[in-house]
């Protein structure tokens, strides 16, 4: 067990500053007990605490460092943009550059806007797709997160097809009656929506993999069908692409996948670690936005040139062959790890993975929604999570996120976290 005594005393401290002592709900530890880690550094596949512990991290800032802590690559490239200004309010070369890697990457995106962060990203498509079509209401999956902006922070209503109800205080109902929450890969319950609600639906928002409700994947033809679904209803498709944009592959999930969304979200790896988002998509939709067009979005960073340069370092060294095989071989090789492990203790799990993003679930039925995701364990993840921890395996404080393997994660480490999974589950196993 490691010592943490000086982060219990920063949280302690960060406590009485801050709401529940972060910037962030979920890094507060509630779902897995103790205190944060108050992190000082990053470095390749690991992080090491104000206390000196060393941990191995899969939490990755919850995605966007696919190329681990602090690339060399990355921070001489940061160095160099930063000491030539770090924000004008203009334009700058680095945006072309980053703009130009992105839409050769994703096709559907012939134009694309940069704004600072996922939420802002799906925000702002969101009013981009109601403008566009000149309808009001958004369908979204239960488990599908999208950021905090109100139209999203909506739960299912009571009874199958019901309008939304806020699933926060402060969201006004009146908005969140204009979303319908859906069960993820239930293309039935889509296409009744359609029907009954059919010319008043802007737009379908989905995950294409969800990773908030810990990794769900998308069953055959779900994203094939609301493609369908969506051009007869003549309301858009948006992908939420924020985690899986570069890093199911350099064409995202709709690459991987082929499909082609309307418009498309991102956010996480194309800031390379620093904060950015984006949406774009074909012309035809894109020239609404302001100044092209009436629908009004702007911000002061956008664009920023810091965070452009970190976004360009790391799509460039993405982009060079082979480097998603590498991925996907080290994602197989952790993901089957664990399985096996947990199955040789006799501890039931469901194992989701997509490349080098997965999550390891505490129930034996396929996990395919939100009910099914709900199903997991939640008191043996509390276990298994603190175990590991205390093993210096640094994974994400809840069952409903996804574990992210990096280019620096070595297959030594992946060995490592293996076999403190296996004494884990045998720990859990006898008591
Ligand atoms: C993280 C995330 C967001 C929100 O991005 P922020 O940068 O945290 O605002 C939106 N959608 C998905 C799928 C995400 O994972």
Not at 108 to 135: D, P, Q
Not at 220 to 243: S, Y
Not at 257 to 266: A, K, S, V
Not at 347 to 357: E, P, Q, Y
Request: proline share 5%; charged share 15%.
């Amino acid at each position: 067990m490691t010592n943490r005594n000086r982060s219990r005393e920063m949280y302690e401290q960060a406590c009485r500053l801050l709401p529940g002592g972060v910037n962030s709900p979920v890094r507060a530890f509630q779902a897995v007990g103790g205190n944060p880690l108050f992190i000082e550094r990053g470095q390749g596949a690991r992080v090491y605490d104000v206390d000196g512990n060393a941990y191995i991290d899969y939490v990755c800032s919850w995605g966007p460092l696919i190329l681990g802590h602090a690339h060399p690559a990355v921070t001489a490239g940061l160095a160099g943009a930063i000491a030539g200004g770090t924000s004008f309010g203009a334009p700058t070369e680095r945006e072309l550059v980053l703009a130009g890697l992105i839409t050769d990457a994703l096709p559907s995106v012939e134009k694309i806007r940069f704004v600072n962060s996922g939420t802002e990203a799906t925000m702002s498509a969101a009013r981009l797709a109601r403008a566009f079509t000149g309808r009001q209401k958004i369908i979204k999956f239960a488990g599908c997160y999208h950021g905090h902006a109100d139209s999203f922070l909506v739960q299912a209503g009571s009874g199958a097809l019901t309008l939304g109800v806020p699933s926060s205080p402060g969201v006004p109902p009146g908005l969140s009656s204009l979303t319908i929450v859906l069960p993820y890969n239930d293309l039935d319950s889509v296409r009744e929506a359609l029907q009954q609600w059919g010319s008043e639906i802007a737009a379908v928002i989905v995950e294409p993999v969800a990773a908030n409700m810990g990794v769900v994947l998308p069953g055959p033809g779900f994203l094939d069908g609301l493609r369908q679904l969506t051009r007869e209803a003549g309301c858009l498709l948006i992908f939420d692409e924020v985690i899986t944009g570069f890093r199911l592959g350099f064409g995202g999930a709709q690459g991987y996948y082929g499909i082609t969304p309307d418009l498309t979200c991102l956010g996480k790896i194309i800031g390379g670690g620093l904060p950015v988002g984006a949406y774009g998509g074909r012309t035809e939709i894109m020239k609404l936005v302001a100044p092209d067009g009436p629908v009004y979005q702007a911000g002061t960073l956008s664009g920023n040139p810091v965070a452009m340069e970190a976004g360009i370092i790391t799509l460039n060294l993405l982009k060079q062959p082979g480097i998603y095989q590498q991925l996907e071989e080290r994602g197989e090789h952790l993901g089957q790890g664990l399985a096996k492990a947990a199955r040789e203790a006799g501890i039931d799990t469901t194992l989701n993975r997509v490349g080098s993003l997965m999550s390891l679930f505490f129930c034996s039925e396929s996990v395919t929604d939100l009910d099914s995701a709900l199903k997991s364990n939640q008191e043996q993840f509390a276990r298994y999570f603190n175990l590991m921890l205390n093993e210096g395996i640094y994974l994400a404080p809840s069952q409903f996120e996804a574990l992210f393997v990096s280019l620096a994660h070595t297959r030594e480490d992946l060995d490592q976290t293996i076999k403190v999974a296996g004494r884990a589950f045998l720990q859990m196993r006898e008591n």
